[in-house]
Structure formats: structure tokens, C-alpha cells
T-cell receptor, first 113, second 112 residues
């Protein structure tokens, strides 16, 4: 079991460029989440999904889009990157509504110049 | 929206000293979780508290959930260098079973 994996690990973008972050889990979890982590601000929820084909907005969704076409994958897209999106992005998954533990991936460090 | 405040932001202790971090929510929580993140790592689940006034222990770590279910604490007895990292609380409100709201974390440094 690889658990939760994220690609890429690091990325540098110029303002206005686009990119997609991929999260994959092999635990057959229903729920998946995208967070961003900034110094002194903890983890803030961007978008989440409670099952294949469903997505919902979190606390800070502006500037991001997501898709969950397959149960094991959750994609985070930045259509036009801005310096304010420089952050560490973590994906997490959770088995289902009756479970509570979230399993986090290793993170993607994104810098937008 | 729901806010979860955590103090202190930083804590430096000498190895062997005790450490406590506190978490306060602006709303009543259905449960609260605690995570640990080692430097350069990702958050790892430690525990969940559900009941009012609940106290749970994991070796040297003691977790408490307040009577009003709006605050929580994590206490580490006799810290070790392996305790270094950032400790986050994360609360789930009854109206938002799908999401956690994380505190800003307490970064613990243990001096040998």
C-alpha cells in the first residue's frame, strides 16, 4: 500500500501559468481533500470530494478547480497561477462518513514567481 | 464561519520539561482531532475526542476535550527530542461532518 501519493513534489510556475496537481490513494477511500499550508496559518481546506464524480468548495476555493473522475484520484488545477498561491499543498483522504482519521500525502511545494 | 484558535504559536522547552498546547473553537464542536507534523513532513493523525470532558492518554501525551466541547488541550510530559514538530488541533462542527477546521498549530522545539 502506497497510501496517499502526490505529484509533483516541487514546482515553480510563472504568474499566469497553469498546472494540475495529482493526488492518488490506493485505500479505496470515499472522501478526499485538498489543503494548502502557509506559515502561521495551519491547513486551510480548498476543495473536497465525498465520492467519485462529486466535489465541493472548502474555505479558500477561489483560483482553484478540482475533479474526481476516478475514485482513487483527486486533481487540483490552477488555471492562472498567482504569487498568492505560493504554498505547500497537501492532499488527504478518509475512508467514509463513519470514519474520522484523515491520511495525508507528502505534499507539493509550489512557488509562483 | 467556524474558527479554531491555537496557542502558543511557538514553544521552546528543555528536554525533560512538560509542554501544553491549547485549542479554542468559536463554535461547539462534535469532535476534535489532533495531528502531529514533523519538520518537512506531513500531518499524521494522533487521536480523536468526542465526548464532553473526555480525557485520553497515549504514553506521555494527554488529550482533553472541554466540558462545553469548545476547547481542547494536548499535554506532553517529560518531552523528548522525538516530540519535535508542529501539533495541530482540528475541529468538526455538528453542521459540517465532512470538513475539519484546523488550528494554526503550535511548533514545539525540544532543546537537548
Amino acid at each position: 500500500n502506497a497510501g496517499v501519493t502526490q505529484t509533483p513534489k516541487f514546482r515553480v510556475l510563472k504568474t499566469g501559468q497553469s498546472m494540475t496537481l495529482l493526488c492518488a490513494q490506493d485505500m479505496n477511500h470515499e472522501y478526499m481533500y485538498w489543503y494548502r499550508q502557509d506559515p502561521g496559518m495551519g491547513l486551510r481546506l480548498i476543495h473536497y470530494s465525498v465520492g467519485e464524480g462529486t466535489t465541493a468548495k472548502g474555505e479558500v476555493p477561489d483560483g482553484y478547480n478540482v475533479s474526481r473522475l476516478k475514485k482513487q484520484n483527486f486533481l487540483l488545477g490552477l488555471e492562472s497561477a498567482a504569487p498568492s498561491q505560493t504554498s505547500v499543498y497537501f492532499c488527504a483522504s478518509r475512508l467514509d462518513r463513519s470514519s474520522y482519521e484523515q491520511y495525508f500525502g507528502p505534499g507539493t511545494r509550489l512557488t509562483v514567481t | 464561519g467556524q474558527q479554531v484558535m491555537q496557542i502558543p504559536q511557538y514553544q521552546h522547552v528543555q528536554e525533560g520539561e512538560d509542554f501544553t498546547t491549547y485549542c479554542n473553537s468559536s463554535t461547539t464542536l462534535s469532535n476534535i482531532q489532533w495531528y502531529k507534523q514533523r519538520p518537512g513532513g506531513h500531518p499524521v493523525f494522533l487521536i480523536q475526542l468526542v465526548k464532553s470532558g473526555e480525557v485520553k492518554k497515549q504514553k506521555r501525551l494527554t488529550f482533553q476535550f472541554g466540558e462545553a466541547k469548545k476547547n481542547s488541550s494536548l499535554h506532553i510530559t517529560a518531552t523528548q527530542t522525538t516530540d519535535v514538530g508542529t501539533y495541530f488541533c482540528a475541529g468538526r462542527s455538528s453542521g459540517s461532518a465532512r470538513q475539519l477546521t484546523f488550528g494554526s498549530g503550535t511548533q514545539l522545539t525540544v532543546l537537548p
